[in-house]
């Protein structure tokens, strides 16, 4: 059972962020992404701390530094080079980058945290980037996207791995209420200033839209909140590595948010892409489930 709930928190968290692209990309249709991003965590900032102020730890002025070099890789730059990249360069895309995440964070793991990885784990992100290149690049191996979205999704996945290994110590000294609301908070106050000056503007001028606030809403509440509550339990429970790993699922999970909520079609080679990502999992986590397979047998042959 416990290692169940080990796997079910990355999978809620990868869920949530997987269908994030698709009400980013609605959301982006009427706000920039300064606009969207600021609402976003002001939202979230708010939420966290009527529901959970009771349960926030003071951060010790020893962790100053680390809480704030945290905030500052995710949400603050992760956010800026997701959100224009799926700009410029659409979800779909845009996920498929994100997914590089889990194949340089056991390389971070290793130098920075000294946490060294089964051999299996990287053969299995080997094998699930494979996957996700069938997904976006289909038969012809042709790919034409805008440079600004490549290169504002590799600051994205940069800033994506330094959160992670800073969220391994962090986490280690703090509840997950205080590690999520603390970073939120952060992010919303930089962003503050970039609001104010390049997105107010426009959007006082900006008409409401019912559909585009439900979206907002969603990527506060689910993507901003609970995703990242997930997340950091599940780095709690088995590593940055393992946790990251469940990144693969984002473009399976972006194609098929985008196939029921925006009417995209879903091609031969994504369906492709989708089982070697899938195969490329079991291999990579092959090890936890050798285990739990052994413990059950053994335990069968005891009764």
């Not at 796997?7 to 962020?17: F, M």
């Not at 102020?53 to 704030?68: E, G, M, N, P, S």
């Not at 600051?155 to 994506?160: E, G, P, R």
């Not at 986490?171 to 205080?178: G, I, L």
Request: aromatic fraction near 16%.
């Amino acid at each position: 059972m416990k290692k169940f709930q080990n796997y079910l928190y990355p999978s809620i968290a990868v869920l949530i962020w997987g269908l994030t692209f698709v009400w980013s990309e609605v959301v982006l249709r009427v706000y920039s992404p300064m606009d969207m991003l600021f609402l976003r965590l002001c939202i979230t900032s708010v939420l966290l701390y009527l529901l959970f102020r009771k349960k926030l730890q003071k951060i010790a002025k020893t962790d100053y530094v680390l809480v704030f070099l945290m905030a500052f890789c995710e949400p603050f730059i992760y956010f800026v080079g997701e959100s224009y990249g799926i700009k410029y360069s659409g979800a779909g895309f845009a996920s498929i980058m994100i997914a590089l995440i889990p194949l340089l964070t056991p390389v971070a793991a290793t130098i920075f945290l000294n946490i060294k990885s089964h051999w299996l784990v990287f053969v299995g992100l080997i094998v699930a980037f494979i996957g996700i290149l069938m997904m976006i690049l289909g038969g012809q191996f042709q790919l034409i996207v805008d440079i600004r979205g490549i290169l504002c999704l590799s600051l994205a996945v940069i800033s994506a791995v330094g959160y992670a290994m800073c969220v391994v110590k962090v986490s280690q000294r703090y509840n997950n209420f205080t590690i999520v609301f603390v970073q939120t908070f952060i992010a919303a106050v930089l962003f503050c200033p970039l609001f104010f000056t390049f997105g107010w503007s426009e959007f006082i001028h900006t008409p409401f839209h019912y559909e585009v606030y439900v979206n907002l809403l969603l990527l506060a509440v689910l993507g901003s909140g609970l995703a990242f509550l997930c997340f950091v339990e599940s780095v709690k429970r088995i590593g940055p590595v393992k946790t990251t790993m469940f990144s693969n699922f984002i473009p399976i999970i972006t194609a098929i948010g985008a196939y029921f909520i925006m009417n995209e079609s879903i091609k031969h080679n994504q369906l492709i892409g989708i089982f070697i990502v899938i195969v490329g999992l079991f291999i990579g986590q092959w090890n936890d489930l050798k285990t739990v397979i052994q413990k059950k047998v053994h335990n069968h042959q005891k009764e």
